[in-house]
């Protein structure tokens, strides 16, 4: 009997969240009948930018509403839907869509604030708050410089350093081996370094520096 009591209870705000969605009429999922019953409105908007065909919402979604298109056979109805989004390889979640015939990248964050947060200085970058790119809710983010931006993600350690990027062709044992080689031979030839290992001669110019790699 208390087991029965406990799954009526866990069923209850699905089984009103989706009674609510068929009786309004109104795009509402079960996820945000449910946000509304905890007090927490979601609110959304059309995207100009794809023809008015997908909404984004404060909380950082994307639905995909409902609309005619044309077939072969003649015409069906795409049903409403949560979109699902992509990771860029970077942390940041984005939307692959055409737009007057062409695929484009859309990012999230980007959208969220261009329609829930002003811009009064034109600033032009939406950083993350908590350092966390996936978490696209209005209240996580902020135009901001790219100064301000860069130094951020210093300050809490976002940026990968040496090699844990994985753009980087060199290592720390590349690097000693560049500095110690500079030490004992002031003169020696830069290029052919950088082409043993497939790197710019700047490169090399700005380890011997300190320009790069300082941390090591």
Same mark, same amino acid.
Request: glycine fraction near 6%; aromatic fraction near 10%; charged fraction near 25%.
């Given at each position: 009997? +208390?087991?029965?009591?406990?799954?009526?209870?866990?069923?209850?705000?699905?089984?009103?969240?989706?009674?609510?969605?068929?009786?309004?009429?109104?795009? &509402?999922?079960?996820?945000?009948?449910?946000?509304?019953?905890?007090?927490?409105? /979601?609110?959304?908007? =059309?995207?100009? /930018?794809? /023809? !008015? @065909?997908?909404?984004?919402?404060?909380?950082? +979604?994307?639905?995909?509403?409902?609309?005619?298109?044309?077939?072969? #056979? #003649?015409? +069906?109805? &795409?049903?409403? %839907?949560? !979109?699902?989004?992509?990771?860029? #390889? %970077?942390?940041?979640?984005? &939307?692959?869509?055409?737009?007057?015939?062409?695929?484009?990248?859309?990012?999230?964050?980007?959208?969220?604030?261009?329609?829930?947060?002003?811009?009064? @200085?034109? &600033?032009?970058?939406?950083?993350?708050? =908590?350092?966390?790119?996936?978490?696209?809710?209005? =209240?996580n983010l902020e135009w901001i410089t790219r100064e301000d931006n860069q130094k951020h993600a210093s300050e809490n350690n976002l940026i990968k350093k040496g090699e844990a990027c994985s753009y980087s062709k060199l290592n720390k044992n590349d690097v000693l081996a560049i500095r110690r080689l500079y030490r004992m031979n002031p003169?020696?030839?830069?290029?052919?370094?950088? %082409?043993?290992?497939?790197?710019? =001669?700047?490169?090399?110019?700005?380890?011997?520096?300190?320009? +790069?790699?300082?941390?090591?």
């Amino acid at each position: 009997m +208390r087991s029965s009591m406990k799954t009526f209870k866990i069923i209850l705000p699905v089984c009103i969240a989706l009674a609510s969605f068929g009786a309004t009429g109104t795009p &509402l999922y079960t996820e945000q009948v449910f946000f509304k019953m905890q007090g927490k409105n /979601e609110i959304w908007k =059309d995207i100009i /930018e794809m /023809e !008015s @065909f997908y909404s984004v919402s404060n909380y950082g +979604r994307i639905v995909r509403k409902s609309r005619p298109v044309k077939t072969k #056979g #003649g015409e +069906r109805n &795409l049903k409403e %839907r949560y !979109s699902k989004l992509q990771n860029n #390889g %970077r942390g940041y979640l984005a &939307l692959y869509v055409k737009i007057n015939g062409k695929r484009t990248l859309l990012y999230i964050h980007r959208l969220v604030a261009m329609y829930f947060l002003e811009n009064p @200085f034109k &600033l032009p970058e939406v950083n993350h708050k =908590d350092g966390n790119k996936s978490n696209n809710n209005v =209240d996580n983010l902020e135009w901001i410089t790219r100064e301000d931006n860069q130094k951020h993600a210093s300050e809490n350690n976002l940026i990968k350093k040496g090699e844990a990027c994985s753009y980087s062709k060199l290592n720390k044992n590349d690097v000693l081996a560049i500095r110690r080689l500079y030490r004992m031979n002031p003169g020696f030839n830069k290029c052919a370094v950088a %082409r043993k290992l497939n790197v710019r =001669d700047t490169t090399i110019h700005k380890i011997i520096n300190n320009q +790069r790699w300082k941390s090591i």
